[in-house]
Every structure is written in C-alpha cells, then in structure tokens.
Nanobody
Framework: QVQLVESGGGLVQAGGSLRLSCAAS????????MGWFRQAPGKEREFVAG????????LYADSVKGRFTISRDNAESTVALQMNSLKPEDTAVYYCAASRSGYYGSAYARYDYWGQGTQVTVSS
C-alpha cells in the first residue's frame, strides 16, 4: 500500500511558477512509475506528465511540454512537478499517481494509487 500526499499548490499570476511535490509512504517507491494528472471543473482528468522508476525517462502532455518538468528523488520518496510560464488554462486540481507495474503513461486506469490533490489557480 502506498499513500501519496501532494503539496505546493496555490494562486499565481499568469507567467508565474509553482513547484508541486508529492510525498510517498510505503515500500518500494523506487519500483513505481509516477504520474501527474489534473482535473479542471467540468472536465475529465487529464495526463500532465509521467516519469519511470529511475527518473531517466519522462513523458509530457503536449499542452505542458517545454513549460513543466517532472522529477523524482527515490531516496526521499518524492516526485515533483516544476511548472513555469503558467497560463490560466493550467488552473485545475493536480493529482499525483503511482503505478505498481512501473507504468508512467497517460492512461489513468493503469495507476493504482492516487493522492488527494492540490489546487492550482492561475489568474490572468
């Protein structure tokens, strides 16, 4: 069993930056694929970024490519999402997710554990 706790959300002006963090408890964090998803009001949950178990491989949604960076620290059992050049359309609740199989792609059904989410609001 893995518990995930996100932090770092908040209110920021367009063009600003935020860094989200996800702390994992439980065993074998360094075997899990990790992902960040987001959900805006009235919209479906969408993939933002994913990272493999070692941190060597990452994936990004086209909408955030070049602006967001996902990283992980297996020694600390954390995964981060650095968000730069934020836009109002980035406003959403952001969720951290973990996959026992090591999956780190865009299919949210492939993830086994989810955090409670953290709100990111970007004002124009």
């Amino acid at each position: 069993q893995v518990q995930l706790v996100e932090s770092g959300g908040g209110l920021v002006q367009a063009g600003g930056s935020l860094r989200l963090s996800c702390a994992a408890s439980g065993r074998s964090f360094n075997e899990y694929g990790m992902g960040w998803f987001r959900q805006a009001p009235g919209k479906e949950r969408e993939f933002v970024a994913g990272i493999n178990w070692s941190g060597a491989t990452t994936l990004y949604a086209d909408s955030v490519k070049g602006r967001f960076t996902i990283s992980r620290d297996n020694a600390e059992s954390t995964v981060a999402l650095q968000m730069n050049s934020l836009k109002p359309e980035d406003t959403a609740v952001y969720y951290c997710a973990a996959s026992r199989s090591g999956y780190y792609g865009s299919a949210y059904a492939r993830y086994d554990y989810w955090g409670q989410g953290t709100q990111v609001t970007v004002s124009s």
